[in-house]
């Protein structure tokens, strides 16, 4: 007969997420706003994707996300978990391509990786997603 164990203790949530030193909410939506207008004016103004990640660094450096793992529980900075979400993308994306499940333009005539240029998008891309998914649900603090 198999046991059942909870997920998460409290809220009865599968994935109950916390974080400790959570920046204050309009900032962590202003940041988003600018990347978000980066994505599209670079092609036409300065990109400013490196003043982008700096900006991430300086609001996020002391963020922990704490989370429950079969029965204990565990933080990581929030900053290396969105760099872990974006590399496993780029990785799947180099897969992909590898696969010829579909190419980019640079990939005619052979695979070659995808540009690490593009973790960096990935990155940023999981900045805004984690955002608005904050900005719906809110952040909680740990107990």
Excluded at 76 to 89: E, K, T, Y
Excluded at 94 to 106: G, K, Q, R, V
């Amino acid at each position: 007969m198999r046991r059942s164990v909870p997920i998460s203790r409290g809220s009865g949530e599968i994935f109950d997420f916390r974080y400790s030193a959570y920046p204050e909410k309009w900032q962590t939506q202003v940041l988003a706003v600018a990347i978000y207008i980066n994505f599209f004016a670079h092609h036409w103004l300065p990109d400013v994707r490196l003043a982008l990640f700096a900006a991430i660094g300086l609001l996020f450096w002391r963020t922990r996300i704490h989370f429950l793992n079969w029965r204990k529980h565990r933080w990581m900075p929030l900053l290396l978990g969105w760099f872990l979400v974006a590399l496993f993308i780029w990785l799947a994306e180099n897969l992909a391509t590898f696969s010829n499940a579909w190419i980019y333009p640079d990939q005619k005539h052979g695979w070659q990786m995808v540009s690490p240029m593009k973790l960096g998008a990935w990155y940023l891309l999981m900045y805004i997603s984690f955002v608005l998914v904050a900005s719906v649900h809110g952040t909680r603090e740990p107990d």
